[in-house]
């Protein structure tokens, strides 16, 4: 429903809701495109672009279903569009083409762009030690060792991690962190 309120602000030519729909979609297109193209600066490009046509042609497009869905049409479309503009740079296989995504992998894709941006508000050493324990699996022990501190702040800096996380994400995003966690 706050899509559609967005859109129809959009298509009435308020600049106000283009931005709040990129605030709000903005990290998950841009993850998603990374998948595709590992070059960041082509990413932003190309997401930036997505609005820029959604703003452009707002009176003649007609969104019938779900606008987040809409958008990642257009990226995937854009990402098409490079790859073949740019295809003696890539060695792409149309298999390997993104597909337009799924509502679900829609919603796995907000939830890793919120916890990415929450973990992105962790002061940066405390950070730092939540990387090395979440994504390189390093024991306290080890991360200790890496970056000369005792067990002993390893633990609490993780502590309080989690609860800087715990407040920050809903909790059902917060749930399956934990449970990925867990099955490391």
Do not use: G
Not at 9 to 35: G, P, T
Not at 44 to 73: G, Q, T
Not at 110 to 132: D, G, M, S, V
Not at 154 to 181: G, M, N, W
């Amino acid at each position: 429903m706050e899509d559609q309120n967005i859109w129809r602000n959009i298509v009435a030519d308020d600049m106000n809701a283009l931005k709040r729909l990129h605030d709000k979609y903005y990290s998950q297109l841009f993850l998603w495109a990374c998948k595709y193209l590992q070059q960041e600066t082509v990413v932003e490009e190309l997401v930036s672009d997505c609005f820029i046509k959604l703003w452009n042609r707002r009176k003649y497009i007609i969104i019938e279903k779900s606008l987040k869905a809409y958008i990642f049409l257009v990226l995937r479309n854009e990402i098409v569009s490079y790859i073949r503009k740019n295809k003696n740079k890539f060695e792409v296989k149309v298999k390997e083409l993104p597909e337009v995504p799924t509502e679900e992998s829609i919603n796995e894709q907000e939830y890793y762009a919120n916890l990415y941006k929450a973990i992105q508000r962790i002061p940066e050493q405390r950070r730092k030690i939540l990387e090395l324990a979440v994504f390189e699996s390093l024991t306290y022990r080890e991360i200790a060792d890496r970056l000369d501190i005792s067990i002993n702040t390893v633990k609490t800096q993780i502590a309080r991690s989690y609860q800087f996380l715990k407040e920050e994400l809903d909790p059902k995003d917060f749930v399956l962190l934990h449970f990925h966690c867990i099955r490391k």
